[in-house]
Nanobody, 117 residues
Framework: VQLQASGGGLVQPGGYLRLSCAASGIIFSSNAMGWYRQAPGKRRELVAGIASGGSTHYADSVKGRFTISRDNAKSTMYLQMNSVKPEDTAVYFC????????????WGRGTEVTVSS
């Protein structure tokens, strides 16, 4: 199983960024997936989740600003980040949605997002 997050970088407050998660070694279309983030000195948290059927949910802190989506044909998940804030600065990871409850070893290195002027 490989879950590779990419697309991070430096962005100004109020700007936007699109993260991608390429999955391999899994039946992507059958699995609920999630975007997570870990800010310096803080615990990792679930940011957004998407079910195999496409239903979504978001952490209150990103609701209305972030959009999670998936392309099952490409085994890829996305996180569109709009109106970013300095508090969105973190390393972002993708993983199974169930990883929010049962940890696993598929976190990878994540992709770093820095929101700063």
């Amino acid at each position: 199983v490989q879950l590779q997050a990419s697309g991070g970088g430096l962005v100004q407050p109020g700007g936007y960024l699109r993260l991608s998660c390429a999955a391999s070694g899994i039946i992507f279309s059958s699995n609920a997936m999630g975007w997570y983030r870990q800010a310096p000195g803080k615990r990792r948290e679930l940011v957004a989740g998407i079910a195999s059927g496409g239903s979504t949910h978001y952490a209150d802190s990103v609701k209305g600003r972030f959009t999670i989506s998936r392309d099952n044909a490409k085994s890829t998940m996305y996180l569109q980040m709009n109106s970013v804030k300095p508090e969105d600065t973190a390393v972002y990871f993708c993983n199974y949605l169930r990883a929010a409850y049962v940890d696993n070893d598929y976190w990878g290195r994540g992709t770093e997002v820095t929101v700063s002027s």
